[in-house]
């Protein structure tokens, strides 16, 4: 098996493919390197799809004055690009550590995904699954103070590292979580320091933990 036939077996669109699938799709593949902060995807880019293979992306579209609003972080098995929506697409896709992504052609892709049923219905679940939580996220900024959006926020960047406390990565600083709220750098500092100060979150080293059942109630 090729190192690239095996990162592509890791991909959990592609776990349970026979190895002759794989080797098929892997002949469509292109697989790059890109460094932190290095561009991926921006408008007008055309006729490509993506998935994370390792690191993690993240999409943002700029406003009318120019301040960069992220939509959501994608991590390893992720898709993204020109996913056939009508229009120019006004979504750029960055990565935000050192990251490998695969690409290819999109008439491909999709006759790839009409041939095998078995990623059509996992895609449909993997997409499905990213705009309910943009629906969601768009319905807590119109409804929801400050102070509710950036806890709801923790709690679904948290990653489950007992049964009793979750862990927000030091890779999102204070001004990415802002970018994804749209709110002010300085309103998410003094936040977190308000839940620090009452024992909600502890700080180790540049990452946060916490009990979720003590931030849920704050949510509402």
């Given at each position: ?26 002949s469509?593949?292109l ?21 994370v293979?390792?690191g993690?992306?993240?999409l ?130 003094t936040?977190?320091?308000q ?26």
């Amino acid at each position: 098996m090729t190192k690239n036939l095996w990162y592509i077996q890791q991909l959990d669109l592609f776990k349970e493919l026979t190895k002759e699938k794989l080797r098929q799709i892997e002949s469509l593949i292109l697989m790059k390197e890109y460094g932190k902060r290095e561009v991926i995807f921006e408008p007008g880019d055309k006729d490509k799809v993506f998935i994370v293979k390792t690191g993690q992306v993240e999409l943002y579209q700029l406003s009318p004055t120019g301040k960069k609003v992220i939509i959501e972080r994608l991590l390893p098995g992720s898709i993204f690009g020109d996913l056939g929506t009508e229009g120019e697409s006004e979504t750029f896709v960055e990565a935000t550590t050192n990251s490998y992504v695969c690409s290819l052609q999109k008439d491909k892709f999709f006759t790839m995904i009409s041939q095998y049923q078995e990623l059509s219905e996992k895609l449909m679940k993997q997409l499905f699954h990213r705009l309910l939580k943009v629906e969601k996220r768009m319905s807590s900024v119109a409804t929801d103070s400050a102070f509710q959006r950036l806890v709801k926020l923790l709690l679904s960047l948290g990653k489950k590292k007992s049964d009793d406390y979750m862990e927000v990565s030091e890779k999102f600083t204070h001004e990415q979580l802002a970018q994804m709220l749209g709110i002010s750098r300085q309103t998410v500092t003094t936040i977190i320091n308000q839940l620090e100060r009452k024992g909600l979150i502890t700080r180790i080293q540049k990452s946060l933990q916490f009990t979720p059942s003590k931030l849920e109630p704050l949510t509402s």
